[in-house]
């Protein structure tokens, strides 16, 4: 913030202000001698021409209405609130706007702020004063000059707490590990959803907001509290207008790498880690703790796995709509491949943590897609085997009962999955999984089926979004392993599981061994 306003200018603004409301209550005294002289001229009229019994109808001409209207007298003393509290507004305004204070500001506390300087109690007595202390502190106090070097001074005082407090709504909000009760820590990625509209457009409102408040934290810390604060703002605009259409694409300056994908959402990298430092600093200050790692301490490496079985067994069914995005991903060549050649043995596949099989379902059905193929179903059913073999792991009895009931699977086994031995299976093609989300037990399923794998083969499983971004031991590690297999994550849409109890944000994991 920069330094407190010079006390001539602040003895400049109160004095404008107050020769403003003299010159407002000079000009009611004018309107209110206009108002008696425009009543006398109306009982003069009548002496003149007394109402007519024709009753000629003129009054409602706009010209008539705009004559009778020309003077109206307000109530005085609502003229006086009204004049006090729009100066005062704008007198305000332009105070802060001089300290720079909004600049440490994120968008909430700036709206906090401005709704503070617009609020003007109206609940007055008879005698037009304010009936508690309470209401009259709700907002800004009166301009004067003790008023407005006391309130600068108190802004002062809590410019470093207004700035951390800044960082940690916008850290918190965008920082899906975040836990109010935890040890917080910034880690290299933030992820912004609904970034872009439908048609690969920059959202305006709160996105944009988001990306200038971080922007706004990283510029300050660099000492640059003078910048614009929009320079990711103008890049994506830039580098991606001139085109239409949802689409992928990435982008690089000073703070940021951006990548962008085609569900609207966005991944911010961060590249200055010596900025991310003094963010979590800030943070831990905030906070009044350490910095942790937003986790109970999960840094166990891969090959330690939970022994306890989730809470609830970690049962979230798979919404068909998540299913579809696992199986049929932007054309069928991405997703998962469900049939081979008439001359090639048939293929095999695995549902770890199976549930109903809605996935494991989808691995028997003939896809919906080879209706529209060239040739239509016919040809490909001639040219393609589909009798693919698929097995089923579910620890719940009352499920893998249900599995069994249906018919249609090559065996159903009842166990725990991570407690199989991959030596006792024949490898499999494809595993297509859903596993148990909490506390990372998704990476010790997908790891340990990962063993199952014939060489080639490929695993697509859904994940919880924290293994994109988590910095512990084991989510990091996986990352790496992912990369070196040269497989994907993609986001699967927010609240794709919100219909089977759970907003958990979900990502789709593809590996081959």
Known sequence: MSALIPRQTVEQIVDARNQTLILYADAFKAIAAADAAVKAAHAMSRRAAPRSVNNISYERAPEVQAFYGAVKLPDPAQYERTARRILDIECWAHIVEMTDLERLMDREAKEQLRAQMRYVPERTDRNGQLITEDEAAKGMPPITVENIFATLERFRQDAGLIFRRGIANVFSALDRRFRSHDGFKVGSRIIVTRMFSESGRLEWGRTRDTLIDVERVFSILDGHPEASFQSTLHMLERERGGSWGARQSEHENEYFRVRCFKNGNAHLWFRRDDLVEKVNKLLAEHYGAAVGDGQAQEEDPLENRKTTIAKRFGFFPTPDEAAEHLFNPNGWRKGVIRFAKKDSPRLRFLEPSAGTGNLARRCIARPSHLDS??????????????????????????????????????????????????????????????????????????????????????????????????????????????????????????????ESGTWCNTIIVRVTS
């Open 373 to 498: 193929w060239s040739g239509g179903r016919a040809r490909y059913e001639a040219e393609y085997r589909f009798d693919n073999i698929v097995d089923c792991v579910e620890i719940q009895p009352e499920l893998a009962a249900r599995l069994r009931a249906d018919g249609i699977y090559n065996r159903i086994m009842c166990a725990d999955f991570l407690t199989l031995r991959p030596q006792d299976f024949e490898p499999y093609d494809t595993i297509v999984m859903n596993p148990p989300f909490d506390r990372e037990r998704d990476i010790d399923h997908v790891t340990h089926a990962l063993k199952f794998l014939r060489p080639g083969g490929s695993l697509h499983a859904i994940m919880s979004a924290g293994t994109e971004f988590r910095e512990t031991k084991k989510s990091q590690a996986f990352r790496d392993l992912v990369a070196k297999l040269g497989g994907s994550i993609d986001d699967l849409p927010a609240g794709s599981f919100s």
